[in-house]
């Protein structure tokens, strides 16, 4: 988010108060998320990843939700301190996120478009702030489409406990070769996607170059390792290469501009 109110502002849009408050409630919405799927997921965690802090019992469900509710209430305050716009994001990306936890997860490629939807509006949100949205719309899709992927890949990681959980994720409906099919389809439009910005003159030669000579390459490698041995091990790199790239897309952002 705050990549975006840099991209976007440019001499433009609100005080500097505002970032503040749109990091902050960027920051707390994520975790209200996270603790919202945690809770939704805590049958599904016993096997996949019992040491979390709710199946592990650590931490009681009914003192997750007063977190939750609590993280809502601030998020939504700091949302529509900023702006009217800011906060109806804010609120939006609370019900997507509930909605995402409750229904959409258990669904093939949707709950995975729906993550990369609320990546997106992280971008658009730093761009409602900033003044100026527009500039932040491709950027919006490019980090939404790598974060479909990844979570194609995580859906992959979890498949026996999404099976016993009686989930229907894209792994278990088409399988996991049909999965890494979509996986390398998305990964080309994504390369193709990240040189766009370059070519409507919104970031500079050096955004092209990250993009061509590092960005390209490792994702490239990332997926040759996963079709060639799609074990766990595999499975676990896939995930953490996919991070690595997104953050190298955020210091192409920022050399671009």
């Known amino acids: 988010m705050g990549v975006a109110y840099f991209l976007c502002r440019r001499g433009n849009g609100e005080p500097d108060y505002a970032l503040v408050f749109g990091v902050l409630s960027a920051f707390f919405t994520a975790a209200a998320g996270n603790v919202i799927n945690d809770i939704r997921d805590k049958e599904i965690d016993l096997?996949?990843?019992p040491d979390r802090p709710i199946p592990s019992s650590r931490i009681a469900a009914s003192s997750a939700y007063k977190v939750y509710f609590f993280l809502v209430l601030i998020t939504l305050l700091g949302g529509f301190s900023i702006s009217?716009?800011?906060?109806?994001?804010?609120l939006s990306t609370h019900l997507l996120l509930y909605i995402y936890s409750a229904?959409?997860?258990?669904?093939p490629l949707t709950g995975n478009m729906a993550v990369g939807i609320l990546t997106g509006l992280a971008f658009f949100y730093g761009g409602v702030i900033a003044g100026n949205p527009g500039i932040a719309v491709l950027p919006s899709l490019i980090a939404g489409l790598i974060n479909v992927i990844r979570e194609i890949v995580k859906d992959i990681q979890d498949l026996k406990g999404d099976e016993n959980s009686g989930l229907k994720t894209l792994p278990l409906v088409i399988g996991v070769p049909g999965s890494q099919i979509i996986i390398?389809?998305?990964?080309?439009?994504?390369?193709l996607l990240s040189a766009f910005p370059f070519f409507t003159g919104l970031f500079n030669i050096y955004y092209l170059m990250i993009v061509l000579l590092l960005i390209t390459p490792f994702l490239i490698f990332t997926l040759k390792t996963l079709i060639n041995s799609p074990g766990e091990n595999a499975l676990r790199i896939t995930s953490r290469n996919l991070k690595i790239i997104m953050v190298i897309g955020i210091l192409a952002i920022y050399a671009g501009q």
């Open 47 to 49: 096997i996949n990843r």
């Open 84 to 90: 009217k716009t800011a906060g109806m994001i804010v």
């Open 103 to 107: 229904f959409l997860k258990a669904l």
């Open 184 to 191: 390398i389809s998305l990964s080309s439009l994504f390369v």
